[in-house]
């Protein structure tokens, strides 16, 4: 299983179904990609709860004035079968500069623009619109 892929895939059926939160298992990497998608603007909040002494993230989703999810997309890009890196100089656009890609650097995890900046390159994880 792909912890990453089940995070985003909680994400994005709770934005489908129109859910005010997604509850997903507490992990560090799952913590520092919440927020990234925080810092970015596509969610409201996410915080570290615990029930039954099992930790998890609870993610408040964010929606539009019309309820509409303003995470449009999420997809995974590199996956345990094929990783997926990308120099600081070749790292795409997303969605034509509408979304943003997410990379696990060397400096944390960051999003492309970020890693253009800093001229680090990384995994790609995955993709948001």
């Excluded at 859910?19 to 409201?44: C, F, R, T, W």
């Excluded at 120099?87 to 795409?92: A, L, Q």
Aim: hydrophobic share 35%; glycine share 10%; proline share 4%.
């Amino acid at each position: 299983m792909d912890p990453i892929a089940n995070f985003l895939t909680s994400i994005r059926n709770a934005s489908a179904k129109g859910q005010e939160k997604a509850d997903v298992p507490y992990s560090n990497m799952k913590m520092a990609l919440a927020k990234v998608l925080k810092d970015e603007g596509y969610i409201m909040n996410c915080r570290v709860m615990e029930e039954n002494r099992r930790p998890f993230i609870r993610i408040q989703l964010k929606y539009t004035d019309e309820r509409k999810p303003v995470i449009s997309g999420l997809t995974r890009v590199s996956r345990p079968g094929l990783r997926i890196y990308q120099k600081s100089g070749s790292i795409s656009k997303v969605n034509g500069g509408m979304g943003v890609a997410i990379l696990s650097t060397s400096k944390g995890l960051l999003t492309h623009r970020k890693a253009r900046q800093g001229k680090s390159g990384g995994e790609v994880l995955c993709h948001v619109w």
